[in-house]
């Protein structure tokens, strides 16, 4: 009996020491896992670098700053219209201020672009950088600073943008055709930011950038009327919300009259925008799909929770890396482009 307990408790022994060694090996897989996404990812955020021209043109940021504060306290709204501005340029050829240049054929005149706002902030602070730093810094970075700015003029987040980038030598409308759409799915959402690099996670978080700025009442009046082709309304809508909209929007009416993207704090960044979209009140298409993706909507959810200060705090805290990582996207650095002497044309 004895010899039979103890092949016995060395059986037992054996078999807690390859669980304990199986358990060492897979916490050894996600730990280096984690490690090669690390690498990886400052691997492209090494390109840029914060502080890139603390040497070369000291006073660019603060120019910059300067300049979207004296337009944000003529006009609120020219916040989002930045925020906008720079998420629209980085879908197309990176981030290069490509959707800056004025022609007949740029980014600027497509279809997705058609009502961007804040060029003229951008024109501004470049030529009162160029003044007393000429060919040093670029629209691109200028462009992903004033985004910034503006996030933080409206109670938002600010955070150290990794600078570096350069301006594009092409602009072309027919490259935008691929741009987000109030229309879109969640799947085609989904397609359209992994193209750039960016999950689920980043996509609702930088969606969420629409708890500031407005819309126009012919990119959603569809979802009022005739949503199924029956006269009916979306049936997602909150019937409550759908009566205001109605109201703001009716059939037939102006098509350009404009409505805020969230109802309750528009002019506020805060995760008011995503308690909208859980309660029904998301105001494009491609928001309140948001809600039916069991993915996209764990992170709704995670965000409008019930806990406003707490749960604000974590927005605040995860839109600085999602603008970052999309900051980052395809930038032009070292000789690649140019440094354009003013925005809107190449040199």
């Known amino acids: 009996m004895p010899l039979a ?27 280096l896992g984690s ?20 040497t070369s043109c000291p006073n660019a940021e603060a120019i910059v700053r300067s300049t979207v504060v004296s337009h944000f306290s003529k006009d609120l709204s020219i916040a989002p219209g930045l925020l906008r501005l720079h998420f629209h340029d980085c879908f197309v050829q990176g981030c290069d ?20 706002r804040g060029f003229e902030v951008i024109d501004d602070a470049k030529s009162q950088i160029e003044a007393i730093c000429p060919g ?32 594009g030598r092409i602009s072309l409308s027919s490259q935008a055709s691929n741009m987000p759409s109030p229309l879109d799915s969640v799947s085609v959402q989904r397609q359209k930011f992994a193209a750039k690099g960016l999950d689920d996670h980043d996509l609702v978080t930088l969606v969420g950038a629409h708890t500031i700025g ?31 909209l109605q109201a703001l929007c009716p ?11 969230d109802k309750d704090s528009p002019a506020k960044f805060d995760v008011s925008f995503f308690k909208n979209v859980r309660d029904g009140n ?25 806990v406003r200060g707490f749960l604000g705090l974590r927005f605040d805290f995860e839109f600085p890396k999602a603008m970052i990582k999309l900051s980052s996207v395809e930038v032009k650095i070292g000789t690649d482009g140019e440094i354009r002497k003013v925005c809107s044309k190449f040199n």
């Open 5 to 31: 307990r103890e092949r016995e408790n060395h059986q037992i022994s054996s078999l807690k020491l390859a669980r304990y060694f199986l358990f060492v090996c897979m916490k050894m897989d996600a730990i």
């Open 35 to 54: 490690l090669m996404i690390l690498v990886m990812t400052s691997a492209v955020q090494a390109q840029l670098k914060t502080g890139f021209y603390s």
């Open 97 to 116: 201020g490509s959707i800056l240049i004025a022609d007949s054929s740029a980014e600027k005149n497509a279809l997705p672009n058609i009502g961007l």
């Open 136 to 167: 040093i810094v670029s629209c691109a970075d200028i462009l992903a600073l004033a985004a910034r700015d503006a996030v933080d003029l409206s109670d938002g987040p600010s955070w150290p943008v990794p600078t570096g980038r350069r301006d």
């Open 214 to 244: 407005q819309t126009e009442c012919r990119f959603f009046s569809y979802r009022l009327y005739n949503f199924t082709t029956s006269g009916s309304a979306d049936p997602t809508i909150n019937v409550a919300f759908l009566a205001q």
């Open 251 to 261: 059939k037939n009416g102006d098509g350009l009259r404009r409505v805020a993207l």
């Open 282 to 306: 998301g105001v494009l298409e491609s928001d309140q799909r948001l809600w039916e993706d069991s993915a996209t909507q764990s992170v709704v959810q995670n965000y409008a929770g019930n």
